[in-house]
């Protein structure tokens, strides 16, 4: 199975500021990622797909980037709804797989 | 609106069978494929399994491979999994989610919650 890997696990931002979360893939996956948000309780929210697709109704603060191994989630001026869990997903081969999460915190 | 919802959950023992099931609405339900997703109590998201159009293709977690079946009714609008032999790491909210084509899951349901405990 292709392993995802996120980074930081926990970050705390404040307000305004720029924030980006890495994934890293155990092998080439293309642009096949997706990033999802997640807030206590709920489903978890679409965000970006192809790696750097905005998904209809997602604020245009969120971007994304990447190919291959190496791909980043940008939050380009946080704001106090974006708390919560941020997850990577690939969906090149089966088994598809998950990032382990990025806990977001506003300071 | 696009709506999944998620129903059969609930407690039960170590090696006992349960039979989750997910009623789409709000869209076509036998052109996308749709996934199964759970997530253990404070622990992060895992892939379980998906099936295509027409139940053309199964995939499965290795984690639930042999034990889990997933399966459709699209005359009802409805995606199913059967899970046996489950076991205590089984315990989790499963959700179900759409596919959309070459984009990751853009709906998802909000989830039953699976405990296997004696």
């Known amino acids: 199975d292709i392993q995802l890997t996120q980074s930081p696990s926990t970050l705390s931002a404040s307000v305004g500021d720029r924030v980006t979360i890495t994934c890293r893939a155990s092998q080439s996956i293309s642009s096949w990622l997706a990033w999802y948000q997640q807030k206590p309780g709920k489903a978890p929210n679409l965000l970006i797909y192809r790696a750097s697709i905005l998904q209809s109704g997602v604020p245009s603060r969120f971007s994304g980037s990447g190919s291959g191994t190496e791909f980043s989630l940008t939050i380009g001026s946080l704001q106090p709804g974006d708390f919560g869990t941020y997850y990577c997903q690939q969906y090149y081969v089966y088994s598809w797989t998950f990032g382990q999460g990025t806990r977001v915190q506003i300071k | 609106e696009v709506q999944l919802v998620e129903s059969g959950g609930g407690l039960v023992k170590p090696g006992g069978s349960l039979r989750l099931s997910c009623a789409g609405s709000?869209?076509?339900?036998?052109?996308?494929?749709i996934n199964w997703v759970r997530q253990a109590p404070g622990k992060g998201l895992e892939w379980v399994a998906s099936i295509s159009t027409s139940s053309s293709y199964v995939y499965y977690a290795d984690s639930v491979k042999g034990r889990f079946t997933i399966s459709r009714d699209d005359a009802k609008n409805s995606l199913f999994l059967q899970m046996s032999s489950l076991r205590a790491d089984d315990t989790a909210v499963y959700y179900c989610a759409r596919v959309q084509s070459l984009a990751g899951l853009d709906y998802w349901g909000r989830g039953t919650l699976v405990t296997v405990s004696s």
């Open positions: 709000g869209f076509t339900f036998s052109t996308y494929s």
